[in-house]
Nanobody, 120 residues
């Protein structure tokens, strides 16, 4: 059974920092691309950042220079360090694991989400 369990969300003031964690089980973590997505109230889910199995990273323009995604394959965990938080970063943040298999096919899994609220 695959599980992605996010943690680290909470309430933070503008300009503050949070670090989200996503612990994975039930998959060969090191071969999966991992990502963080977010969904604000009334809006569609959007990509925040991804990291490939080879640790190449990609960020949404809105978070470049403020957020950093990283992974620890020994701990089966992906992190999202969020600095200089803004009110518009307020959302539910979801962890994603994705693997495209040679010859076709795909596996994709989602966590339940963790809430981040940026407010004074």
């Amino acid at each position: 059974q695959v599980q992605l369990v996010e943690s680290g969300g909470g309430l933070v003031q503008p300009g503050g920092s949070l670090r989200l964690s996503c612990a994975a089980s039930g998959i060969i973590f090191s071969i999966y691309a991992m990502g963080w997505y977010r969904q604000a109230p009334g809006k569609q889910r959007e990509l925040v950042a991804t990291i490939t199995s080879g640790s190449s990273t990609n960020y949404a323009d809105s978070v470049k220079g403020r957020f950093t995604i990283s992974r620890d394959n020994a701990k089966n965990t992906v992190y999202l360090q969020m600095n200089s938080l803004k009110s518009e970063d307020t959302a539910d943040y979801f962890c994603n694991a994705r693997r495209l298999w040679t010859g076709g096919g795909e596996n994709e899994y989602w966590g339940q989400g963790t809430q981040v609220t940026v407010s004074s």
